[in-house]
């Protein structure tokens, strides 16, 4: 079975301060697949970033960037400089086969 | 191009009620996910569709949740005798060819509320 864990309920920061969300998972499978959802109040989940389990390379993608550690099953992930329009709630999901598998979500807050 | 679009955005249900729920795919794409979000909590999924074949329905909370997509397009959710433990967002994704591990886009959601 396929667990994804957000520690984090709520972050609150004020604007232009650097927000880290938590994602830790666990699979037995060797194979899997990461992703970063953004769900704003309008409710739609708004795809972010994917990784596969071959890949730890972390990358930056403009203001978002993710550290992805096999050693630790973590998958963390990095608003810079974040702005209001930043608020939301963040899912971080895994995939074996087909279907996401989702975490409870980290609410963030950007205050102006 | 067009999103995954869901209707209706809204629907409200006397408990006992049957409802169905309508999701558009991105055109051409070969997948289609259907998922439960209760209040305050990630989405949970329901059942998986391969052009018009079912391929997973093992999230399906009980019998009275059934999901078609007959011609391997639209599909439809519809759930019997609705109860109150039923009222959720109810989000379609879909993906394009279906290959592991691919991404999955959303739409709005549809928002039960049985009452």
């Known amino acids: 079975a396929q667990k994804v864990t957000q520690a984090q309920t709520e972050i609150s920061v004020v604007e232009k301060e650097d927000v880290t969300l938590d994602c830790v998972y666990e699979?037995?499978?060797?194979?899997?697949?990461l992703f970063w959802y953004k769900q704003p109040p309008s409710g739609e989940l708004v795809f972010l970033i994917r990784?596969?389990?071959?890949?730890?390379q972390n990358e930056i993608s403009g203001r978002y960037s993710w550290n992805f550690q096999k050693s630790t099953s973590s998958f963390n992930f990095t608003i810079t400089a974040s702005q209001v329009v930043d608020s939301a709630v963040y899912f971080c999901?895994?995939?074996?086969?087909?279907?996401?598998?989702f975490g409870a979500g980290t609410t963030v807050t950007v205050r102006a | 191009g067009a999103g995954v679009s869901q209707s209706p955005r809204y629907k409200v249900a006397k408990r006992g009620q049957d409802v169905a729920l309508r999701c558009d795919p991105i055109?051409?794409?070969?997948?289609l996910f259907w998922y439960q979000q209760a209040l305050g909590q990630g989405p949970e999924f329901l059942t998986y569709?391969?052009?018009?074949?079912?391929?997973?329905k093992s999230g399906l909370p009980s019998d009275r949740f059934f999901a078609e997509r007959p011609e391997g397009s639209v599909s439809t959710l519809k759930i019997q005798r609705t109860q109150q433990e039923d009222s959720a967002v109810y989000l379609c994704?879909?993906?394009?060819?279906?290959?592991?591990?691919?991404?999955?886009?959303f739409g709005p959601g549809t928002r039960l509320l049985v009452l």
């Open positions: 990784r596969n389990s071959f890949d730890e």
């Open positions: 994704a879909s993906s394009r060819t279906g290959t592991r591990g691919e991404t999955q886009y």
């Open positions: 569709f391969q052009n018009e074949a079912q391929l997973d």
């Open positions: 699979t037995r499978d060797t194979t899997y697949y």
């Open positions: 055109s051409g794409h070969v997948s």
């Open positions: 999901a895994l995939s074996v086969r087909s279907k996401l598998s």
